[in-house]
């Protein structure tokens, strides 16, 4: 089974690729609410535009010009990249996996300061409260400011109940 790569954007200008069945299987996750930015978490997506896949050694034999450029051997190893397979959804899917194993492991062991986030952030931050792992929700604009003043902020996905932790 053949893959569709999109290209997608959130309404931040995140910018991620994801992988679908068909048109018709990206527009019902849409339809659902079932795609999300992996750095913000918006629920806006858009596809944007993005190049086709091209074999353009497709009917040429293996005896080319000996002397080559680097551009043109960079384009042409560029444009033959191979369509995602079967084999790479499983990979794909194994590799998500472990991400959300990743992201439980560090819920697990942080402190979830709600809606305080921003403001506990700060506060660690201008050495007003001990260092600590913290997890809470945050606005957009709020992550922004953070990153603006320095402090390191990551999105993670929520998760609907502690169940989904174990």
Known sequence: MALKVFDLACENAHVFEGWFRSHEDYDQQVERGLLSCPLCNSQRIEKKLSAPRLNLKHGRGSSGPAAESTESSAQTASANASVPTETDATNLVALQAEVLKQIRQVIKNTDDVGDQFASEARKMHEGEAPERAIRG??????????????????????FMDDDRLN
Do not use: N, W
């Open 137 to 158: 929700s945050a606005t957009a604009e709020e992550y922004q400011e953070l990153r603006e003043e320095g402090i390191a902020v990551l999105p993670i996905p929520e």
